[in-house]
């Protein structure tokens, strides 16, 4: 099976968020199923760093008015996995990450950087003297990768079956309908059965209505985005889609987050290894300037610092676990600035109790999720969320919001759940006192050894690598191909 992916961003390359682990990690599973995949992405200069191998394929000419731009193949990283990259120095070689300047704000021009993709992955199921291979299935993710399809239906002719990820619906990639011309599509298109999304363009509408299946991250984010809450005004266009639409499950890069395998930990241990897990717990509170107890309850956040990730709860409550509940607290983040001061005017206040790092550390990430006894991730929202089943595999039991993935990785330990036996703590409402009532459930069950020390070595040994989800997409791929008479 010939598997195409595209995608805005991909680890280790260049990373934002979730979507890079996804699109790093499900073409490299893919493959030791036995596909045939390659995966597509734009040329940023990171990118182009990174790569390994690398060759000019094609020449892409000049479309959507983006100046020359050429197809540069290469591998990604040291796997075998044939990386395909838009070389567009005019769209793509400049500061700041994938979507925002260095300002902070997006760049002006999005709909063609993105729209570009979605032309040249739309190019490369139709043209086959592009690189002399033509894929049986293309997969685009998240909005960045909408117009893809749409190119597809808009051209006409013998095309691949097609499937398109909602990572998150909450990002539409909507701009305004002037760009129709540049984007080079009809204007037929601009309408309620297309592109037209409250007389604006939306690339994530766009690849829900064109495409011939639609995935989303996690089963219970498949039902929520059915919704009016979480469906974000395309509930309506899902619901009527239902048939097309299903949850495959996140995994997480076992070869990364491995607390046996980790080069970031100060001690590794083998998963369940409790009496390792102890030694990090220690080694991260020296390394934190906290007091060494193994007694006290360590909670952690490893988060964007935003109230969608319930972090007003987290600074709500945190003064009084710190102080009457005798806890611990580190956390690793950055958002808006009022969630950053009220994090820092926290940490300066409760410093015998708190460590606080706004920003970002991968390898202080690794250190506090192998050294904390409880993660904290009270989300109002989360398509599917990798850091609570990180969390599992490194024996920290989370405690999470009942919504989206969560509730499909977290058994609450009190009232069991998708995974059989207790593996966390799910909140019953996402509020102050719904959060303080998880952390002193957990609290009083840490005071049992015995148990807390069984529970957390059980969550170690669930499954959640990639292998089981690139299956589930095989199997997707495969249905669509017999459904169209290509398998």
């Known amino acids: 099976m010939r598997i195409l992916l595209a995608a805005s961003e991909v680890f280790p390359l260049v990373k934002t968020g979730g979507l890079a682990d996804v699109a790093g990690a499900l073409p490299l599973a893919l ?3 036995g596909a045939d995949v390659r995966l597509l992405m734009p040329g940023y200069p990171a990118a182009l760093e990174a790569a390994t191998h690398r060759r000019i394929v094609a020449d892409l000419g000049d479309h959507l008015g983006s100046g020359p731009a050429r197809l540069i193949e290469g591998r990604l990283g040291d796997s075998k996995v044939p990386l395909l990259l838009i070389d567009c120095p005019r769209l793509y070689a400049r500061p700041g990450n994938p979507y925002l300047g260095p300002d902070g704000a997006d760049w002006p021009d999005n709909p063609r950087r993105f729209g570009l993709l979605g032309f040249t992955a739309a190019r490369l199921c139709m043209d086959e003297s592009l690189t002399g291979w033509r894929p049986d299935i293309l997969h685009g993710h998240d909005w960045q ?3 893809a399809p749409a190119y597809l239906s808009a051209w006409g002719g013998v095309r691949p079956a097609t499937v398109f990820t909602i990572h998150n619906i909450a990002y539409q990639g909507v701009f305004d309908p002037s760009w129709l011309d540049f984007l080079e599509l009809p204007e037929r298109m601009m309408s309620v059965a297309g ?8 690339f994530l509408k766009a690849g829900c209505w064109y495409s011939d299946k639609i995935t989303t991250v996690s089963p219970t984010y498949a039902r929520e985005i059915q919704m009016p809450l979480q469906g974000c ?11 097309d639409l299903s949850g495959i499950l996140n995994g ?13 930990l100060t001690h590794r241990y083998k998963p369940g290894d409790m009496l390792g897990k102890a030694r990090n717990k220690t080694a991260l509170q020296r390394e934190l300037g906290l007091p060494m107890r193994p007694d006290r309850l360590l909670m952690a956040v490893i988060s964007r610092l935003n109230d969608h990730k319930g972090m007003d709860l987290v600074i709500h409550c945190l003064p009084d676990l710190l102080m009457h ?5 580190a956390g690793l983040g950055s958002g808006s600035a009022a969630f950053e001061t009220g994090f820092k005017e926290l940490a300066d206040h409760h410093s015998h109790h708190m460590a606080l790092h706004i920003g970002y550390s991968e390898p202080l990430a690794h250190r506090i999720m192998a ?6 991730m009270p989300s109002r929202a989360e398509p599917c969320g990798l850091t609570q089943m990180y969390a599992l595999k490194y024996g920290t039991l989370p405690i999470v919001g009942a919504t989206g993935g969560l509730i499909d990785t977290v ?19 996402t509020t102050p006192k719904a959060l303080t009532s998880a952390v002193l459930r957990a609290s009083a069950l840490f005071k049992d050894k015995v148990e807390w020390n069984r529970i957390a070595a059980a969550n170690a040994g669930l499954d959640f690598s990639w292998g089981q989800s690139a299956r589930q997409y095989l199997d997707l791929y495969s249905s669509l191909l017999r459904s169209r008479g290509g398998a």
């Open 31 to 33: 493959k030791r199923l």
């Open 145 to 147: 990768c909408g117009l």
């Open 195 to 202: 592109l037209e999304y409250y007389a604006s363009i939306s």
């Open 233 to 243: 005004g395309l509930e309506g266009l899902l619901r009527g889609r239902a048939a």
């Open 252 to 264: 997480i890069d076992d070869a990364i987050w491995n607390p046996a395998k980790d080069s970031y």
């Open 325 to 329: 509940h005798h806890c611990q607290f």
């Open 371 to 376: 050294g904390a006894d409880v993660f904290l």
């Open 411 to 429: 058994a609450d330990t009190e009232r069991g759940g998708p995974k059989g036996a207790g593996s966390g703590f799910v909140l019953e409402e």
